[in-house]
């Protein structure tokens, strides 16, 4: 929907060449011609801009990570228009072509507000939510073609004004050469920031290609017009200011454009040939890879080769808890900050970097009844699409358990059409309010089978969590446990790490988190892994506490070491996305020697863990 504007952006480009090749001088039915192109242009572009803003403003539920450089597609059109009608508008009588140079200054003003506008949230989007996926990371070029056209449109128009305005509006005929003088200002100010725009991009590459090679798509074609366009708006400062300078420049540009251009004409007939380049993910940014299935559904290792994202859907009526407990395992707030929170809003989006490759995209779904009716109804298949877990968050507290199961039926209904290999939880959440353990088993257990009733073609695991124990970190380190792909190869590579170094326990927690990824032990006792869990749940919970305390006290948290007569007890930063913990009994083994052990595994983990 976004490249409707580039049919705008075509006509204007023929409109520019009837003026620039003088084709305007050598026959007049190619001036009116190109003149009325240009009105159609101008039309188009005023449609494609206003009507795809109204809806995505009223029509679509976008997320703030969906937002990509193509965004700015939506103002090119217009400064596009503006440009290519200031070079038409030389050739035309003057009161046409005042006419002309009046709406191009219009079409200016209107396209520099919407790319100002998008370029806020894209830097937004950027900052919060680091760059987009690595097969469309080459979209960071776009911004600057709208940009450049700014202040190609600009030095244009207040050039063909400078000759216009004196003889149609003799009265105030110095406005001319103003605006000429503030055409060449705007062009200098829009060429320092197509510069700061283009290094931008150059590093978002580099930094993409460091971690692993970028594959061709058809995003590649991205960098030729705002490449091109840059070009452009260098050569006209070149020719106005007659400075050296922008004419290195400008060979510069030009040069590597033509090698850009033939290198992706000879790898797109390549692409073509094989079908390589077909059902790659497209310049929006949305997942229409190949390892989406029809359904909706998608594989998670396939996802993460691809560059895409594990979408996590938190589900639940409002006052449930969601973000509650969102923020606390995610965003290092204490049980009491949640205090203040207020009800979310629509859809709240945050993506998560979890061991390493594995991005979690959580969707945090208010549970107002507005909200709800319109997930389950306008906005199913965007809600629901695409899902690799739903956690469902039951309230203890609810004074309707019928509606709450009704709800749930309806999610699950929405889940099976869009997403029928999701894995779905759902969280007996508040359990605080029952002071007994045994009730809080019994409570949890009547959850379980009242859900395993309804749930034909999942099987969802049930947890009773609470914000004031371990409990919410025990379910969390389950879900994602099951998320990460190689756990298996990990915790067997840990087993041979802890015989070797003759250790009783070690746990890996997740850094950010202080989750528990896996643990092994020499566990004699039936269920005494279980209760080992429980065991690193608290001490999760613990550190993550204490953590930050030590944040708040400015005080850099980097290890914990404990010795007594009945074991050593040591917790390292392990690898870039985890902690280890080690425990030893064995008096005869030095600490010294525990931790040489955890330094020489750490290259070895770095390469099965990040």
């Given at each position: 929907?976004?490249h ?8 204007g ?24 192109l ?26 703030i ?8 597609l ?25 006419t ?64 216009v ?5 003799p ?50 074609w991205?960098?030729?017009f ?43 007939a ?32 396939e996802?993460r ?10 589900m ?6 969601k ?6 395992i ?49 906005q ?37 059409t ?13 359990m ?39 409990t919410?970190?025990h ?6 446990y ?20 003759e ?18 032990g ?54 870039k ?13 030095e600490?010294?020697?525990t ?5 020489a ?10």
């Open positions: 929907m976004l409707y504007g580039a049919i705008s952006m075509a006509m480009t023929v409109v520019t060449g009837i003026g620039s090749y003088q084709f305007a001088l050598t026959s007049v039915a190619a001036l009116y011609i190109g003149w009325g240009w009105w159609i242009s101008v039309a188009l572009a005023a449609i494609s801009s206003v009507l795809l803003v109204y809806l995505l403003v009223s029509k679509q539920t976008k997320s990570e969906s937002v990509t450089g193509a965004w700015l939506l103002a090119a059109p217009l400064t596009v228009c503006a440009a290519s009608g200031a070079t038409i508008a030389e050739y035309l009588p003057t009161n046409l072509a005042l002309t140079i009046v709406a191009g200054y219009f079409l200016l003003g209107a396209g520099m507000a919407l790319t100002c506008c998008l370029l806020v949230l894209y830097v937004h989007r950027i900052t919060v939510y680091k760059l987009p996926a690595r097969d469309i990371v080459l979209t960071s070029f776009i911004p600057l073609g709208p940009i450049s056209q700014i202040g190609v449109a600009s030095i244009t128009l207040g050039r063909i004004a400078q000759e305005v004196p003889t149609a509006l009265h105030i005929e110095a406005l001319g050469a103003a605006m000429f003088y503030v055409g060449i200002i705007g062009a200098l100010a829009s060429w320092g920031c197509a510069l700061f725009a283009l290094a931008h991009a150059v590093f978002s590459v580099v930094y993409e290609q460091r971690s692993s090679r970028i594959p061709f798509t058809i995003s590649w991205a960098l030729v705002p490449i091109g366009v840059f070009s452009r708006l260098t050569v006209d400062l070149s020719q106005t200011m007659q400075l050296g300078f922008f004419k290195v420049v400008h060979l510069m540009l030009v040069t590597a454009l033509f090698a850009l251009w033939l290198f992706n004409m000879v790898r797109t390549v692409g073509v040939w094989t079908g390589s380049i077909f059902g790659i993910s497209e310049l929006t940014g949305d997942c229409k890879c190949c390892a989406c299935k029809g359904d909706g559904t998608q594989k998670p290792e996802a080769a691809s560059g895409c994202e594990d979408k996590l859907v938190i639940g009526k409002s006052g449930a808890g973000t509650s407990m969102r923020l606390l995610f965003s290092n707030y204490t049980a009491n900050d949640t205090r203040r929170l207020g009800a979310t809003i629509d859809v709240e989006h945050s993506t998560v970097q979890f061991m390493g490759d594995l991005n979690l995209n959580i969707w945090d779904c208010g549970g107002q009844h507005k909200y709800l009716d319109n997930y389950l109804n306008e199913k298949e965007n809600i629901f699409g695409n899902v690799e877990v739903l956690i469902y968050v039951f309230d203890l507290e609810t004074t309707n358990k019928d509606s709450e199961y009704v709800l749930y039926d309806e999610c699950l209904h929405s889940l099976a869009y997403s029928r290999e999701a894995k779905v939880y759902c969280l007996v959440h508040k605080d309010k029952i002071p007994d353990a045994e009730q809080k088993a019994h409570t949890v257990e009547q959850y379980r089978r009242a859900l395993a009733k309804r749930s034909d073609l999942f099987k969802p695991e049930v947890f009773g969590t609470s914000i004031w124990d371990y919410l970190y379910a969390w380190s389950q879900i994602v099951k998320l990460v792909p190689n756990m298996a190869t990990i915790e067997r590579h840990l087993s041979s790490f802890r015989q070797l170094s250790a009783c326990e070690v746990v890996l927690f997740e850094r950010a988190t202080f989750l528990v990824v896996c643990s092994v020499a566990w004699e006792q039936a269920g005494a892994a279980a209760q080992a869990l429980d065991k690193y749940m608290s001490v999760s919970q613990s550190i993550k506490t204490y953590r930050y305390t030590c944040g708040q006290m400015q005080l850099p948290f980097q290890n914990i070491e404990m010795r007594n007569k009945r074991y050593s007890l040591f917790i390292e930063p392990f690898t996305s985890t902690y280890i913990l080690v425990v030893t009994t064995d008096a005869d083994v600490p010294a020697v931790k040489a052990n955890i330094n595994a750490r290259q070895h983990f770095a390469r099965l863990a990040d």
